[in-house]
Every structure is written in C-alpha cells, then in structure tokens.
C-alpha cells in the first residue's frame, strides 16, 4: 500500500508502526487482559522526525509537524516516550487529549483546516471516551459483587464500543449524590446528561470502533456525511465533559459517596498493594 510513497515516509511510519492494526496505540490491554506491546517498552522516536524532515518538499506527503523549533538542538532522549512508565488507562488516554488540544489550537487560529482533519479529530474524541470510561469502571469496580465485577472486567479487556461502557458506568454511579454540595449536585446531573448525548453522537457515528479509523470502505469511499453543526456539538460536549468523566469518580470518593478500594487506601498510607 505504501509502496509509492518516497522512502523516508517509509522508513518513518516504520519506527512507530509497532504493530499490523494499530491497536498498541488505542487500547492498553488486548482482549487477554494483557498489556499491549507499546505499554511494555522504551520508544525512541527522533528517528521518525528525521525521517520525516527527508521528504521532498514539493511532495504531497510533505508535512509540518509544528514541534518546537529547531528540535535539531534537542537532546534524543528528550525524544524517547517511556511506555513502560504507563500505570492505566488514563495516562494513555491522556495523550489522545493533547493531540485533541494541539489540533483545535491549531482550526482556531487557522493554522488547521478543518475539514482535513475532522475524522482523525473524531477518532482521537471518539476514543479519549472510550479510554476514560474503561478507566472510570476501574475505579468503581471494587464496590460490585463477585458476578458484577466479572462482567465488568469482561468489558473492560474485551468491549470497545462506547454504549455498553457507558451503560456500564451509568449503572455502577450512584443514584443518590446528596452527599455533594447543592450546586455540585445540579452540575453532576447535568453533566451526565451532557456526556450521554456525546457518546450517543460519536456511537452512531462509529458504533464498531472502525468508522474513524478506516476512511476508505473495503470497496467504495465511506458515505460520511457529517454536518458542520454536529461536529461543532459533538467537539462542545466533549470539552465540557472531559472534566466530568475524568474526575466524577474521585470527587465522589472524596465526599464519601464512593468507599475507597483497599489498595487505594494502601496507597494513602504509604504502602504499595504490589510489594
């Protein structure tokens, strides 16, 4: 497939292209419950950027990266990502975010066009949901019964798409969260309404996981059709929520409407469940 592209395209996609689907880089545990080979290594990745700089100017796979210039005076192991220092989910997760914060920056002050890059844009939200939604069930996992937590568990190794994760995370949250402050309580349930209209929005959007990944069907180009409107929604909803789900699982523990998890408890006072 790549066969016609200069070669330091090649040789670049080579030093990041780390498995056959890409799949290290969307999900931190394969469906063995296993970690993906990314989260286990070291990765240099300065080879890649002097790769891309090889790429012939007036090619069409030239491209800007916008990194800080001259990133030549950069020392290569400030170029080296350390996956194996990935504990969760939501460090993972947390990448796909700046990625998200780098490219709206860069639509908002024209640097960006749009409309070539709303499907990686989509891919990138699509997923930091999914990522966020695993890691909440796994701070609420520990308040289920042994038959609850499996099913859980199954979702978390084995589901990608975003309705039964949600589902999920909505029937483990507690009902009553009077034990918040009044304005709090407001904000909580609004929220929750907010963040299901999102993930309805990129569901039907992307509802196997694939749609944003794969632009071009097995024999025709995608029928996607997406209104300027429905993009600005979906973009507005998930920078207003984006808080709410990385962070509603901690505020109700800390206002005691979620007990803590022994190991998180082992971890207050000082001591690592792991030892």
Known sequence: MLGDVPEHLNKAIAHIDLDRDG???RYFFDKYGNLTPVCKMEKKVLPFYQEQTGIPADSIYNWTLGIVPPYKKMLPWEFTFHFNEIGNQAQLRSTYDEVTDYVLKGVISDDININEVYLPLLFLLRHS?????????????????EQTTKKVKRLIDNEHKLSPLFK???????????GLPEEMQEQYHNFLVQSDRMK?????LDNNSRYFRFPYDIDQEHPMGLPAEA???IISDFLETDGFLTFCTSVLKDYNIIRYSDDEIAMMMGC???L
């Open 23 to 25: 799949s290290c880089y």
């Open 129 to 145: 949901v999914e990522l966020v939604l695993k890691d909440s069930l796994k701070e609420l996992i520990h308040t289920q019964d």
């Open 168 to 178: 999920a995370f909505l029937a483990i949250l507690p009902d009553d969260v009077s």
């Open 200 to 204: 309805s929005a990129l569901h039907t």
């Open 231 to 233: 993009l600005y929604h």
């Open 272 to 274: 690592d469940p792991l």
